[in-house]
């Protein structure tokens, strides 16, 4: 199972709004409503931001969102904060029965 | 408060067998299904194995199929995850993860990981 694809690094300033995108195949991505995004901190544990391709969990800012559009999820944050810098994180369920993480994602908050 | 607590890491030579443990507190452990993930260092996340809430359905990657096996004890809200045969590149930092599956008495599988340990390290080198 492939990882995956995530562009290794987006930025952006303060208030603004970005997207990290996240590929995969029909089956994976593309085959269920199971994409997930989890956030990551330096030395911590990841942290779930999305699941089900849009839902946020509770004590999530709605500044986060997700989508997709065929074989393609997207994680976009809006109102962009200093806090938010962190490394990013898709995962979907598989045709496999197994899951598959993307290979992360660096957002630098200028 | 809830928490998942890892252990069990430590240096192995290639080879070698380690046996890591999750002991979990803070939740009814039995209405979830669990997760190992792991991370080579500087690394992404791979996904390595899960236990159906039910209890009855394991999963693994293909890159570990046939050397570990997942396992849960909910006497004792504890994961487990016996890794036999390891090789250098089984080192990472081994995360266990939950996935909600029972709440209210409705269960149903999710597949998406809501709370993670903070990890343990496992380095296989000579």
């Known amino acids: 199972q492939s990882a995956l694809t995530q562009p290794a690094s987006v930025s952006g300033s303060p208030g603004q709004s970005i997207t990290i995108s996240c590929t995969g195949t029909s089956s994976d991505v593309g085959g269920y409503t199971y994409v997930s995004w989890y956030q990551q901190n330096p030395g911590k544990a990841p942290k779930l931001i999305i699941y089900d391709v849009t839902k946020r969990p509770s004590g999530v800012s709605d500044r986060f969102s997700g989508s997709k559009s065929v074989n393609t999820a997207s994680l976009t944050i809006s109102g962009l904060q200093a806090e938010d810098e962190a490394d990013y994180y898709c995962s979907s369920y598989t045709a496999s029965s197994t899951w598959v993480f993307g290979g992360g994602t660096k957002l630098t908050v200028l | 408060e809830v928490q998942l607590l890892e252990s069990g890491g430590g240096l192995v030579q290639p080879g070698g067998s380690l046996r890591l443990s999750c002991a979990a507190s803070g939740f009814t452990f039995s209405n979830y299904a669990v997760t190992w993930a792991r991370q080579a260092p500087g690394k992404g996340l791979e996904w390595v194995s899960s236990?159906?809430?039910?209890?009855?359905?394991?999963y693994y990657a293909d890159s570990v199929k046939g050397r570990f096996t997942i396992s849960r004890d909910n006497s004792k809200n504890t994961l487990f995850l016996q890794m036999s045969s390891l090789r250098a590149e089984d080192t990472a930092l081994y995360y266990c993860a939950r996935s909600p599956y029972c709440s209210n008495g409705i269960c149903y599988t999710r597949y998406y990981f809501d709370f993670w340990g903070q990890g343990t390290l496992v380095t296989v080198s000579s």
């Open positions: 236990l159906s809430g039910s209890g009855g359905s394991t």
